[in-house]
């Protein structure tokens, strides 16, 4: 069928239009906001390589941002809300027909929604963990870096939240590559292949970064990699310190 030919019969049918509207919306929502701020979020953890002050200070600007609790609601919550449910819904409706993909994409769709799925759990479980506590008066920010450090301790904790990124990572980046198609940026096999690959080296950076961090507040402190000027015998001191106060 030509492209005329399938906008005409979409623009015919209203179930179709609304399921091809809410589709782009649901692929735009996936970048903009919600892709943009796992970057600010994965960044700002990544602050944490250079000690609690580091960290404390990335987190305090954010924490000043004017009308913070709007620019959440209506720019975070609100898309990703939409992005998370509509995506279940796309998970619930849809099922892999081999005959109309090859193998590999086969593989990448099912992982798509997979991922999707568990990020949905982990970005729950994030929030029920830190956000809930400090809406509720339990947990002042300042409290996160010691937090993070002591559930991060727990092994089932650690494998939970390395799941829980590394699902969330991949649903960014193969989604961003999904992107590109949807919206007409890579057009042919030759720019879908470059930009696979690209979007691939990208996920893989940042999921390096979000792992690294993991193994600072659980196993390694400054990560596996410090950087050269990294004061990783202070940035550990500091946190022992602060994590066992009776000690000298």
Same mark, same amino acid.
């Given at each position: 069928m030509s492209?005329?030919? !399938?906008?005409?019969? *979409?623009d015919?049918?209203?179930p179709?239009?609304?399921?091809?509207?809410?589709?782009?919306?649901?692929?735009?929502s996936?970048?903009?906001?919600t892709? @943009?701020?796992? =970057?600010a #979020?994965?960044? !700002?953890?990544a602050?944490?390589?250079?000690? $609690?002050?580091?960290?404390?200070?990335a987190?305090g600007? *954010?924490?000043?941002t004017?009308?913070?609790?709007?620019?959440?609601?209506v720019? *975070?919550a609100?898309? /990703?809300?939409? #992005?998370?449910?509509?995506?279940?819904?796309?998970?619930?409706r849809?099922t892999?027909?081999?005959?109309?993909?090859?193998?590999?994409?086969?593989w990448l769709?099912?992982?798509?929604? @997979?991922?999707?799925?568990?990020?949905?759990?982990f *970005? +729950?479980? #994030?929030?029920?963990q830190?956000?809930?506590?400090?809406a509720?008066?339990?947990? $002042?920010?300042?409290?996160?870096?010691d937090? =993070?450090? !002591?559930?991060l301790?727990a092994?089932? &904790?650690f494998? /939970?939240?390395?799941?829980? &990124?590394t699902?969330s990572?991949?649903?960014?980046? %193969?989604?961003?590559?999904?992107?590109?198609n949807?919206w007409? &940026? !890579? @057009?042919?096999a030759?720019?879908m292949?470059?930009?696979?690959?690209?979007?691939g +080296?990208?996920?893989?950076?940042?999921w390096?970064?979000?792992? %690294?961090t993991? =193994?600072h507040f659980?196993? $390694?402190?400054?990560? @596996?990699l410090?950087?050269?000027?990294?004061? &990783?015998?202070r940035?550990?001191?500091d946190?022992?310190?602060a994590? $066992?106060?009776?000690?000298?």
């Amino acid at each position: 069928m030509s492209t005329l030919a !399938t906008t005409a019969a *979409i623009d015919d049918d209203g179930p179709a239009r609304r399921h091809f509207t809410l589709r782009r919306l649901h692929s735009l929502s996936g970048v903009i906001p919600t892709g @943009v701020f796992l =970057l600010a #979020h994965l960044w !700002t953890n990544a602050s944490a390589l250079d000690g $609690r002050d580091a960290f404390n200070h990335a987190v305090g600007e *954010i924490q000043s941002t004017p009308a913070l609790p709007v620019i959440e609601l209506v720019g *975070i919550a609100l898309p /990703l809300a939409f #992005h998370a449910v509509y995506g279940l819904v796309l998970t619930a409706r849809s099922t892999v027909n081999t005959a109309r993909y090859a193998y590999t994409r086969n593989w990448l769709y099912v992982l798509q929604r @997979v991922s999707g799925v568990i990020a949905f759990g982990f *970005i +729950a479980l #994030h929030l029920w963990q830190l956000r809930v506590p400090k809406a509720t008066g339990a947990l $002042r920010w300042q409290s996160f870096y010691d937090a =993070l450090g !002591t559930s991060l301790a727990a092994p089932a &904790v650690f494998a /939970l939240y390395l799941a829980g &990124v590394t699902a969330s990572v991949f649903h960014f980046a %193969n989604g961003l590559w999904l992107f590109g198609n949807t919206w007409g &940026v !890579t @057009v042919g096999a030759r720019s879908m292949r470059r930009s696979a690959a690209l979007c691939g +080296a990208f996920g893989l950076a940042l999921w390096a970064l979000g792992f %690294n961090t993991l =193994l600072h507040f659980s196993y $390694r402190c400054g990560g @596996v990699l410090p950087r050269p000027a990294q004061q &990783v015998e202070r940035v550990c001191r500091d946190g022992d310190t602060a994590m $066992r106060p009776d000690q000298p």
